[in-house]
Nanobody
């Protein structure tokens, strides 16, 4: 079993940056791939980025490449999402998810956090 808690969301002006954290507990977390997803009001959940269990491989949605960076520190059981050059359309609740499979995590996950709100003002 893996428990996930996101933090780091907030209100930021367009062009600004935020770093989200996904803190995990559970013995199997270090062997899980982790993904970030987001959901804006009235829209479907959208994949943002994923990282494999070791941190050696990452995968991004095309629209996030170059602005968002995913990383992990397994010693701290934490995955990060650095978001730069934020735009109002990045406003959403951001969720992290974990799954043993690095392919599956690009669409869903076995474990989910509760989400953290990111609001980008124009």
């Amino acid at each position: 079993q893996v428990q996930l808690v996101e933090s780091g969301g907030g209100l930021v002006q367009a062009g600004g940056s935020l770093r989200l954290s996904c803190a995990a507990s559970g013995r199997t977390f270090s062997r899980c791939a982790v993904g970030w997803f987001r959901q804006a009001p009235g829209k479907e959940r959208e994949f943002v980025a994923a990282i494999n269990w070791s941190g050696g491989s990452t995968y991004y949605a095309d629209s996030m490449k170059g602005r968002f960076t995913i990383s992990r520190d397994n010693a701290k059981n934490t995955v990060y999402l650095q978001m730069n050059s934020l735009k109002p359309e990045d406003t959403a609740v951001y969720y992290c998810a974990a799954d043993p499979n690095f392919i599956v995590i690009r669409t869903s996950g076995a474990y989910w956090g509760q989400g953290t709100q990111v609001t980008v003002s124009s």
